[in-house]
DNA sequence: GTGAAAGCGCTAACAC
DNA sequence: GTGTTAGCGCTTTCAC
């Protein structure tokens, strides 16, 4: 007779072996439980359980107890690499604590983002990591009204009160801001993202407003909002900004849009940082090989996808939504994309 | 009374709703077997699961079918920009499969690969994408006889036949291996990426085999081998090449590898490609914009994905394993890191 | 074309 | 301490 790989051994199989009822071999070899069996039942069941080879069937178990120790993961573009640590770092939590986790892309999509909430719920997914809302995104209310635990992780929405964990985007501009200003610079641009999106609202909002504070100059020429957070639209918006103003800094919304910018500025023939200094958003894994350096805010990705975590994992247990907003520290690094500004007109023009 | 926002409506909620019995229910929302029911009742079950919001719980399907629709993905570093691009990949077929993906990191640790095979088995995924093979896997091994559809991404094991997707090591190493003699380089060094792993030693094999044809310099103080694949590995290697030889170019086993490299020559004040003319693997993101650009093998990570996931799918369906090894097409994209060799002598002793 | 009933593998309330 | 029983939500024979 063949051996029977593929369909593995069931707890009744199990319990037969060790001579005992299907419920007392399942109470074995729940450590919960596992009290309740005298010790020399426990030792025949997980003999039985190990010669076996058993598997518990955890689909079986989700369906009784209304739990399937999973949950979902949304990011908008997992080869991003912002995204990827984050659900490094959040897959790492889950795991230990038992979880698994199911990863949808979105493909930056809100169709297909609110497609995935749909699949993930069907599945019973016990909760959700969201790295993908928009301030005004429609699938995730549906969410909260689902009642599904759910952490943002990164991107918050306006008007849902999901607790969201994310970098700190007043302190990241205004460490940013005040590093250039500290290095003369008064005229400085800046290369918004996308505002449909949190992170681009409040980083703009978080310049201007210290701007105001530490007396830059607030020239709306100064300002490009790029569509979406990418090295093409750094490039547009950068031309743009070029065209119509002589910044001595800039500010990019995130470190694609400065690449994109780093490239405006060696098609025109301006010198970074000698003519332009620039900042990013992010610390981007090898922006510290770029030439120049970049100097930029260095966001915890990995700790924002574990911390969003263990928020999710209180959640899951007490039943109660816990913390709100939480932001994470973040860091400017002064690479070498960054300098003291230079005497007005000394080579500006080429 | 509270309306019930957390528990979804049932199949029997729905049936009693449209006034018919849940096995007739079941019928009517499944599209293969929504023939057998008059197309009156089919309209009265669907008007009453779109009133109910009725979502169909996936979990107790997979309990009676056998399928749960889940495939795992286990990748050994999701922060590494050569994973991201290929579960990127493969997610996307699945979803459009309506599979979902349920992803494991390992973390480059044996140990937490074979439990995370285990978790995955537990949870009846029906089939594994595994990216994180050694050559010799234990653990991949006792997935085979497990009888668990596998298929391998990029790293393959020596003794197994699970079918396999992969970039072509041995015509991305001949095109790198061509271009640099070309340039008339005839002491090529190589930093070998750990030979524990398939890519490692295929392409180091294919280097030397290349070399032979080729008729360059084949000493064997020119070749380092690497533990991980990783920035600081390129650098010990490529102190440890340096210190004892003089090649005029080196090919790195990857981009990390080269970006490592890259840093011993500017520590070391030769430059590149002047001074030595370097090649990489993979062409990661961003590479385009070191300086020098990194001349590099581009490898169609995302590509590997699909395709590994396509391989799957059959297999799933038609109950066989299909096809074994694949591998697809890589080219070798010319960048600033090479240039053609210089008079032996002329400056390369600062 | 539809209802009835069994059962996937497991857990949990209830006996004894 | 252990056996019994019911049932999670669904699919799928089998009747009718």
Known sequence: MA???????????VAERAGVHPGTASRALNPVTQGLVSEATVRRVHAAAKALAYRPNSIARGLKTNRTMTVGIVVPDLSNPVFAPMVRGAAEVLTNAGY??????????????????????SRQVDGLLVASARRDDAAVRSLVEGGVP??????????????????????????????????????????????????????????????????????????????????????????????????????????????GLLGVLEERRLRCPEDVSVVGYNDMPFVDKL?????????PHSAIGAEASRILLRWLQDGVPGSTT????????????????????????R
């Open 291 to 299: 030439s120049p350096p970049l100097t930029t805010v260095h966001v």
């Open 326 to 349: 939480i932001s994470l520290g973040v860091e400017l690094v002064v690479r070498g994309s960054t300098s003291p500004v230079r005497e007005q007109g000394a080579g500006q023009e």
């Open 100 to 121: 698994s986790s199911v990863i949808a892309d979105t493909d930056n999509d809100p169709a297909k983002e609110a497609e995935a909430f749909d699949t993930l719920r």
């Open 150 to 259: 759910t952490v943002l992780l990164n991107r918050r929405t306006d008007r849902t009160a999901l607790p969201c964990v994310m970098g700190d985007d007043t302190s990241g501009m205004e460490q940013a801001v005040r590093h250039l200003r500290a290095l003369g610079h008064e005229r400085i641009g800046y290369l918004s993202g996308p505002t449909a999106l949190s992170t681009g609202l409040e980083r703009a909002r978080a310049f201007r407003q210290l701007m105001l504070e530490l007396g830059g100059d607030l020239d709306p020429s100064l300002t490009e909002e790029c569509m979406t957070y990418s090295v093409e639209e750094g490039t547009r918006t950068g031309r743009l900004l070029l065209d119509r103003a002589r910044p001595t800094a800039i500010i990019a919304g995130n470190d694609q849009i400065a690449v």
């Open 3 to 13: 051996s029977e790989v593929t369909t593995g051994a069931t707890l009744k199989d």
